[in-house]
Every structure is written in structure tokens, then in C-alpha cells.
């Protein structure tokens, strides 16, 4: 079948393995390891400035927090709130860069709608609307057009109802109503990130665990085959997030714990914009329940501290979802209950730790901090808006520090695989999750019309994305396809048929290397 995908920006088991067998050639300028967001982001950096890039990634591309986000691309607002202008600003710039240039095909705008009832004091209306007006500056001022996120105003209680059919009535006297943008889906982000770092050379390599750091030197062993390589390199970034260990002694990393709810968007009258229900206690702090795709809202979050090990895959305790339900509930007519729970999940920030003694106080600064035993350079702390910038720091420093040639930073005018205008007649719902590659996906039917086909009813996922899933963004496992490829997996009753589909589709896949916490 042919491709219309660039061949080079294509992943897929045969390049990983001619990636893995190349590694010992010779040294390249950078490793990067950890391939969530801001691993895949600082490949992406350094190979579109001219470097010789290998990331490596122990598991799948997004497998940690990188898939477990609340899927929104802030414009910094809560950052405003608390008085940290220069998050803010770096949140908003970011977002325009994202919205406008990088991924305008996997970002859209969303409608915030904070209902207002007797939990939201006039005067706490009154201050929520000018940082809405502060964050509409911040906007104006990086650039991003109001077509894109129009101006935040005070709407009536009748336009609350029909944007949020289930807001609670008594007491209702309005809404605020400002926009952000929504990833269509974190993972797939990453992923397109992953892809065109490959299409700019470098070599993307998951289920590849870096076993230990040595100056100059990563020991690599391939999860797949047990077999053990090295790679010499001049630099070293270590972007695991929660799971890296080097830290400098005056800064702590404090993960927290952010937790999610799912329900069908029916139970909560299908909403078209983000309801938004303060916590009580906390100014600037809200739950939100946000509409996803495939019929779904999802509610988070929660920001606590989180001791311990890092499970790979993590779910909201009782105590969490209660706090969840019980704060969005305020806002509802019609309270949830556990049953309404049709999934969830939680992922873990690297928070770097402050002055506060809550996790919601840790700061979303990054941080870089060099190893002095092997010159490794660990990248810590952050936010998913502000990967881009995270990553050109990042290369910034190796470029320095290695003494290494390369080419300015280019990726705020970087637009990523499947960006740009796709070809009329396209399936639309293919349009929206892979942009101007909905044509590769689509051609999968040509030849066997059947790939086109739902793999179940109500699922309207095909076996042409599941193939296109292995043929060109590194799908390697079942659980790649359905928890990242596609979200479906997050649908506790839909993962068997899911699981099943995929296997009847791309039988040589591996079935997981996974373990649930």
C-alpha cells in the first residue's frame, strides 16, 4: 500500500530495530532518555538543529505522565492567581506556540464556564473575572489570535444552561466564560512530537531501559530480547520525570499525585464547555469536568503529595474520587455517584519542591541539574504547556556544555507530522486525531475495505488506524494501541473488545510488558 506519510518520519518495529542495531557505530552528540513529553520534545530540539540524537525509553512513548495529563494546554491563569507572572506568561507564549504553529491539528479551543451560585462570593467573582482579563492580556500579548480564544465575558444564566444542561438552577446567577486550549489526546501529542524527530533524524527507540550512566556512556539493555548494548555519547539528558534520580541538594523533587474521573457525557446533559467548580477553601484552585471525545467528560484534578514508589500504572484512591465527585457535584443538578465512573486514572507531576507545604504550592518551575559523577544533565519539574521551552533550555545547555555545533532553536516555528490543510473527502473523525495523515490512515481501506470497518458498535475505531498504529508510530504492544495509539483502553468495560481487535489486526504484536499498580 502506498504511503503518503514521509517515510522518514515513520516509527515502527523494523526501524527500532535497525536503530538498535546502528548504536554501537559510533558516538552520537546526545541521548536522551525518557520519552514522555519533554524527552521526545528535547530530541526534537536537538536533531532539527543538526545533532545526532538516540532517545531511548524504557517502556512506550508517553507511558508515564505524559498519558495521564488533563489533556489542556493552560494559558497559566492559576499561575496568575498566585502571583507567578513569569508561569504565566511562559504558560501563555507556549500555548500560542502550540495552538498557532506546532500542533494546530492536535489542540483546539475550549469554552471554560464557571457557574456562578453562592459558593462563588461577589467578591471572588469579581477577582476570578479580572485574572480572566489578566490571562486575555497575557493572550494579547503572545500573540495568539482571539480567533483562536475569543475574549472571557459574563454570560447569563440561561447561556450556563444551554453551554452545561446540568448545572445546578438554585442560586444560579450567571456565568464567567473564558477559553484554553484542549489537546485532542496528550499521548497522541507525544507521539507526533516522537515521529517528527525522526523525520529530522533522530533514532526513537522504546522498550529500551537505560540500565546505567557512565560518563560519556549509557548502558542500554532491550526490554524485548533481553540483549545489552552500549551507546557512547558526548551528552547525556535525563527526562524520566518522577522516576529520575539526580538531583542537585538544594532542590527536592516532590511528586504529586493528579487524579481523573470519567463518565459519559450523556450523565452530565453532553456538555460543550469545561465546567469549572471551585474548591472550597482554595482561591484559584477547581475541579473540572471537561468534554472529551468518543462521548466521555473527564473530571479532575487532584494535586496531593505522593510518597513512595512510582507505580507504572496508577488510579485514583476512594479518598480521591470522593473528592472529586463531591466538588464537581456542588455545581450539578443532579449529583454523580460512583456508579456514573466508567474509568479513570492518575499521573504523577515531577514537582520541584518550595516554600508550601502542599503539593498544590510546589512549583511548576524546570530545573536542569548536571551530575557531577557522570555529566548527565537531569531535567526536572515543569508542565505540559511548557515542554518546548523545557526542551530548548535543554539543548541550549549540551550544546555548551559539549562544546557541540549546532543550529539555533527552531521548533516554535515547527509544525508537526499532520499539520496543515488535509484533502477534502477525508473521514472527518479521522481528521480530527491525525490531521493531514488521515489520508495514510484512510488508504489502509483501499485495498481491504473491512480495515475501515468500527471494530465494535459504538467504537467507532478501525483497523486501518490500528494498522497505521504499527506501521508508523511504534506500536509495539496491544496496550500501546488501546491505552495510548487510541484512548479507548480508559473505558474499563470496553478494554477486552478493544484488546481483541487489536490482536485480530496486528497479530505480531507483543501482547504487554506492562504492570498495573
Same mark, same amino acid.
Given at each position: 500500500? #502506498? ?5 522518514? +518520519? ?82 501563555? $507564549? ?75 438552577? #438554585? ?7 473564558? !477559553? ?62 518522577? !522516576? ?9 523533587? #516532590?511528586? %504529586? ?21 471551585? $474548591? ?16 466521555? $467528560? ?23 474520587? +470522593? ?35 502542599? %503539593? ?17 544533565? #537531569? ?18 545547555? $549540551? ?119
Amino acid at each position: 500500500m #502506498a504511503s503518503h506519510t514521509p517515510h522518514d +518520519a515513520a516509527l515502527n518495529d523494523a526501524r527500532r530495530e535497525r536503530d538498535l542495531a546502528d548504536l554501537a557505530d559510533v558516538p552520537v552528540d546526545l541521548v536522551v532518555i525518557g520519552g514522555g513529553f519533554t524527552g521526545v520534545g528535547v530530541a526534537l530540539d536537538a536533531a532539527a538543529r543538526g545533532l545526532s540524537v538516540v532517545l531511548i525509553e524504557r517502556r512506550d512513548l508517553a507511558s508515564g505522565t505524559s498519558s495521564w495529563s488533563s489533556k489542556l494546554a493552560h494559558g497559566g491563569l492559576r499561575y496568575l492567581a498566585k502571583g507567578d507572572v513569569p508561569i504565566a506568561w511562559e504558560s501563555a $507564549v507556549e500555548r500560542g506556540h502550540l495552538m498557532s504553529q506546532i500542533a494546530p491539528h492536535l489542540i483546539r479551543p475550549l469554552q471554560m464556564l464557571l457557574p456562578l451560585h453562592s459558593g462563588v462570593s461577589l467578591v471572588d467573582a469579581t477577582m476570578l473575572g479580572a485574572g480572566f482579563l489578566a490571562g486575555d492580556v497575557l493572550r494579547m500579548l503572545a500573540r495568539t489570535p482571539k480567533s483562536l480564544l475569543p475574549h472571557p465575558r459574563r454570560v447569563s444564566a440561561a447561556d450556563v444552561l444551554q453551554l452545561a444542561p446540568a448545572t445546578a438552577t #438554585a442560586g444560579l446567577r450567571g456565568g464567567l466564560l473564558n !477559553w484554553d486550549g484542549q489537546l485532542v489526546d496528550d499521548a497522541r501529542l507525544v507521539v507526533a512530537l516522537a515521529r517528527t524527530a525522526a523525520a529530522h533524524g533522530a533514532r526513537i527507540i522504546t522498550y529500551a531501559a537505560a540500565t546505567g550512566i557512565e560518563s560519556g556512556q549509557v548502558h542500554v539493555t532491550d526490554q524485548l530480547s533481553g540483549d545489552r548494548r552500549m551507546i557512547r555519547a558526548k551528552q547525556i539528558v535525563n527526562a524520566t520525570g518522577v !522516576w529520575a534520580d539526580t538531583l542537585s541538594d538544594d532542590v527536592e523533587l #516532590a511528586p %504529586s499525585k493528579g487524579s481523573h474521573l470519567l463518565v459519559r457525557a450523556e450523565r452530565i446533559g453532553s456538555p460543550t464547555a469545561a465546567i469549572t467548580a471551585p $474548591v472550597p477553601g482554595h482561591f484559584g484552585r477547581f475541579v473540572f469536568a471537561v468534554p472529551w471525545h468518543d462521548g466521555l $467528560v473527564m473530571i479532575g484534578l487532584t494535586d496531593d503529595p505522593h510518597n513512595g514508589p512510582i507505580p507504572e500504572r496508577a488510579r485514583p484512591d476512594e479518598d480521591e474520587r +470522593a473528592f472529586l465527585l463531591e466538588t464537581i457535584n456542588a455545581v450539578l443538578q443532579n449529583p454523580l455517584t460512583s456508579d456514573d465512573i466508567v474509568g479513570s486514572y492518575a499521573g504523577f507531576r515531577p514537582l520541584l519542591k518550595s516554600k508550601g507545604n502542599s %503539593s498544590a504550592d510546589l512549583s511548576r518551575k524546570h530545573a536542569l541539574l548536571r551530575d557531577p559523577r557522570t555529566g548527565a544533565l #537531569a531535567i526536572v519539574g515543569g508542565k505540559l504547556t511548557g515542554y518546548r521551552r523545557m526542551a530548548e533550555d535543554a539543548v541550549d545547555a $549540551v550544546v555548551e556544555a559539549g562544546g557541540l555545533k549546532a543550529r539555533p532553536c527552531s521548533t516554535t516555528m515547527l509544525s508537526l507530522v499532520g499539520a496543515g490543510t488535509p484533502r477534502p473527502g477525508l473521514p472527518e473523525h479521522l481528521v480530527q486525531r491525525y490531521g493531514t495523515d488521515a489520508e495514510t490512515v484512510a488508504a489502509y481501506g483501499v485495498d481491504d475495505p473491512e480495515l475501515n470497518e468500527p471494530v465494535r458498535s459504538g467504537i467507532p475505531f478501525t483497523g486501518a488506524e490500528i494498522r497505521f498504529a504499527v506501521e508508523h508510530e511504534l506500536a509495539i504492544t496491544v496496550e500501546d494501541v488501546i491505552d495510548r495509539r487510541t484512548r479507548w483502553g480508559l473505558v474499563d468495560a470496553d478494554r477486552g473488545d478493544l484488546a481483541a481487535a487489536v490482536r485480530r489486526h496486528a497479530p505480531e504484536l507483543n501482547e504487554t510488558t506492562e504492570e498495573e499498580g
